[in-house]
């Protein structure tokens, strides 16, 4: 488990079950190595002796308040992005996020970014703990539900067993997406089923650009619940969530990207 590979802290992997991908990686969360734009080359295995690798994740402060993960990515061009969590509070957008990123040595690569615009920004970038990631993560999702971290950690933990007992409509959500996956990389993904470039439907965000999500409509409930064996595997470099959906979130979630 996670908790067990890196230092922080053991306490916040509780919290921040909706970032599950993360959990169970080795030193690389990814099975390709990073790019090279940023004139970085994976490392050897870690040889720490006395402690496991720190979990890598950086804080940003200064965000333009329209700021999407495309231009995170695009700051961070030639690093592995695993996840970008966005800071909000009372649901508006405080300017701040964590991005984790796919090797520890890579933090430093994305300090180097400190005090660097994004558009007419000047963003600042901080060192972070895998504690205040989760940390945030979970107070967002306390604001949401109107209650309290401590109250909504069980919530959390229960998150695959949710997953198990919805409802199939034949419809799944896929979240986590690398923004260049198009249909045919989705239909690789689900090369067990047959599905058709019309049955995927990629989610777009208000400015038009991939949002990470899609939804894609199975055959029948039976073949949709089959395909969960695929949660959290990898398309490229990103791991996958899927979620049982419904035909009224689907055209929700479209609707909105038009």
């Known amino acids: 488990m996670l908790g067990s590979k890196y230092t922080d802290g053991a306490d916040g992997r509780e919290m921040g079950a909706k970032r599950q991908r993360i959990i169970d990686q080795g030193p690389s969360f990814y099975s390709n190595s990073p790019g090279s734009s940023f004139m970085y080359t994976a490392p050897p295995p870690y040889s720490y002796v006395s402690q496991p690798p720190p979990f890598p994740v950086v804080r940003l402060r200064g965000l333009p308040f ?47 970014k400190n005090r660097q615009n994004m558009g007419r920004r000047y963003v600042e970038v ?22 309290s971290p401590r109250r909504n950690v069980p919530r959390a933990k229960s998150s695959d067993e949710t997953k198990d007992s919805a409802e199939h409509t034949g419809i799944l959500r896929l979240r986590g997406l690398p923004f260049s996956a198009g249909k045919d990389d989705i239909m690789e993904f689900f090369k067990d089923f047959v599905l058709s470039e019309d049955a995927i439907h990629i989610v777009l965000n208000s400015e038009g650009r991939p949002s990470g999500e899609a939804f894609v409509e199975f055959a029948n409930a039976e073949d949709s619940k089959a395909a969960m064996v695929k949660d959290r595997m990898t398309l490229g470099s990103r791991y996958i969530e899927l979620f049982p959906s419904s035909p009224e979130e689907m055209d929700d979630a479209i609707s909105r990207g038009r």
Not at 69 to 98: P, R
Not at 126 to 147: C, H, L, P, T
């Open 126 to 147: 901080f060192r972070s703990k895998r504690q205040e990631y989760y940390k945030a993560i979970a107070n967002e999702v306390a604001d949401a539900r109107g209650g």
């Open 66 to 112: 329209d700021c999407t993960e495309a231009d995170v990515a695009e700051f961070f061009h030639g690093l592995d992005i695993v996840d970008v969590h966005f800071v909000h509070k009372n649901n508006k957008f405080t300017g701040e996020a964590f991005c984790v990123l796919g090797y520890p040595l890579q933090v430093d690569f994305a300090l180097q």
